[in-house]
């Protein structure tokens, strides 16, 4: 999941930049800020990132599934997943998973 978010903050930043990573507990929630000093996301295609196949990348450098991919394991694990962009300045992705009771930690082992 993560890792879907690290490459394409480093296909967005191809001359080079910066992508922060931190994470926080809010409540009975574990938040995780990914962002990048990439070339952003237009506007126009924010509504369609999650979407299967969709792609802003050349033919051949991207099958258009990480994010969703992404978002399905988000949804999956009943988190929340949000994107903020602006072209020319980078993306922040916001991932809210809740934390794991201890019994459920302790059943998978």
């Not at 999941?1 to 929630?29: E, H, I, K, Q, Y």
């Not at 599934?65 to 992404?70: A, C, F, H, P, V």
Request: glycine share 12%; aromatic share 8%.
């Amino acid at each position: 999941m993560f890792l879907n978010l690290f490459l394409n903050a480093r296909d967005a930043m191809p001359r080079g930049g910066w992508l922060s990573v931190t994470t926080r507990l809010n409540g009975d929630r574990v938040i995780a800020e990914i962002a990048d000093t990439g070339s952003g996301i237009p506007s126009e295609h924010l509504a369609r990132i999650y979407d299967p196949f969709f792609t802003t990348k050349a033919i051949g450098h991207g099958t258009g599934l990480g994010l969703s991919i992404t978002y399905g394991i988000v949804r999956d694990h009943e988190g929340t997943i949000h994107c903020d962009s602006a072209v020319g300045q980078g993306t922040r992705f916001i991932i809210s998973l809740p934390v794991a009771a201890q019994e459920q930690r302790s059943a998978r082992g």
